[in-house]
């Protein structure tokens, strides 16, 4: 007990710790702290969006190794009635950055990161499995925000659910776009633009990304 409680106060004063303290407070995240917030963070919560962290910790713009890059800012933004959720712990590492929109919702399921400069931007519902890494300057996002009119005058739904499985792996470089769910246990290779659904343990290559290899695994 006296181990874990030095361990959460360690790692408090590694991080901006006013701005820290200040959003546990005032989004009522627990008791306990759980969100970590690091110094270059841009926090921007609507009093009535929701961060919701069941267990562990998010940790924003953390750094690797402890090299700090000055010049990397993480922003971490939920609009009115937005909703988080942490289901374990979760990191954006520095220049990483989430938005999740008015009455959108975001389910991250933990033990996992979203890397360098990488950005996930939902707009309606995107869910990310335990376990499931994202390297850098990668981009996940449920919307074409603008409307597209087909000849008649009709707007084509520009925005779809995202469901990415366990134990992902997202290579750098990658675009992920609305309406894509992605099996368990798949690898998406660096470069790649998902457009259409990938089964379990594939792994795929390409824009757009095409299936190259079935039943992988990796570790």
């Known amino acids: 007990m006296i181990k874990k409680i030095y361990n959460r106060l360690k ?9 820290t303290l200040y959003w546990n407070y005032k989004c009522a995240v627990s008791k306990r702290m759980h969100f970590f917030i690091y110094a270059n963070s841009i926090i921007q919560i609507a009093d009535s969006a929701k961060l919701d962290i069941k267990k562990g910790t998010l940790e924003v ?11 990397y800012c ?14 374990n712990n979760f990191s ?5 950055s989430i938005y999740v929109a008015q009455n959108a919702r975001l389910v991250l399921k933990g033990n996992g990161f979203i890397n360098t400069q990488s950005q996930i931007e939902c707009y309606n519902y995107i869910e ?4 499931t890494i994202i390297s ?6 449920d919307s074409d925000i603008h409307y597209i009119k087909n000849e008649g005058g009709c707007k084509k739904n520009n925005t779809a659910p995202i ?5 992902v792996w997202i ?13 368990d246990g798949s690898v998406i290779g660096a470069g790649s633009v998902v457009t259409k659904n990938i089964p379990a343990n594939s792994l795929v290559v390409g824009n757009p990304a095409v299936v190259i290899k079935r039943n992988i695994s990796w570790e």
């Open 11 to 19: 790692l408090l004063f590694k991080t901006d710790v006013l701005k």
């Open 61 to 71: 713009n953390k750094s690797h190794f402890g090299i700090k890059r000055k010049d």
């Open 74 to 87: 993480s922003e971490l933004r939920l609009d009115e009635h937005a909703h988080l959720l942490v289901g």
């Open 92 to 96: 954006l590492y520095q220049g990483a």
């Open 128 to 131: 990310i499995g335990a376990n």
């Open 136 to 141: 850098d300057n990668v981009r996940i996002q």
């Open 163 to 167: 469901r990415i499985g366990d134990h």
């Open 171 to 183: 290579g750098l470089n990658v675009i992920i776009l609305k309406g894509v769910t992605i099996g």
